[in-house]
């Protein structure tokens, strides 16, 4: 069993910053490949960003040149999703994503609000 736990959201200004962290735990060895993904009210999840475990990223042109994707140099099945510039339409559910032989796992998610 795997867990997923985000942690980091919160409320910011236009134009502020907020790094979320997703840290896998459980019976998990290897490198896998992990993701974020976000949900505004009344709208489809959408893709954020991926990393794959060879390091290369693959993010949403919606959110590209303000957020980046990295992962943790020791404990590898931990990512980050640093996000700068915030603005009113990132607000959302953001939800870390694991894939692993096939199968997608999800956290439970962290609230992400840009207001002024």
């Known amino acids: 069993q795997v867990q997923l736990t985000e942690s980091g959201g919160g409320v910011a200004q236009p134009g502020g910053s907020l790094r979320l962290t997703c840290t896998a735990s459980g019976r998990i060895s290897g490198i896998w490949p992990m993701g974020w993904y976000r949900q505004a009210p009344g709208k489809q999840r959408e893709l954020v960003a991926t990393i794959i475990p060879n390091g290369t990223t693959n993010i949403a042109d919606s959110v590209k040149g303000r957020f980046t994707i990295s992962r943790a140099g020791s404990a590898k099945n931990t990512v980050y999703l640093q996000m700068n510039d915030l603005k009113p339409e990132d607000t959302a559910v953001y939800y870390c994503?694991?894939?692993?032989?096939?199968?997608?796992?999800w956290g439970q998610g962290t609230q992400v609000t840009v207001s002024s």
């Open positions: 994503n694991l894939v692993r032989f096939g199968t997608a796992q």
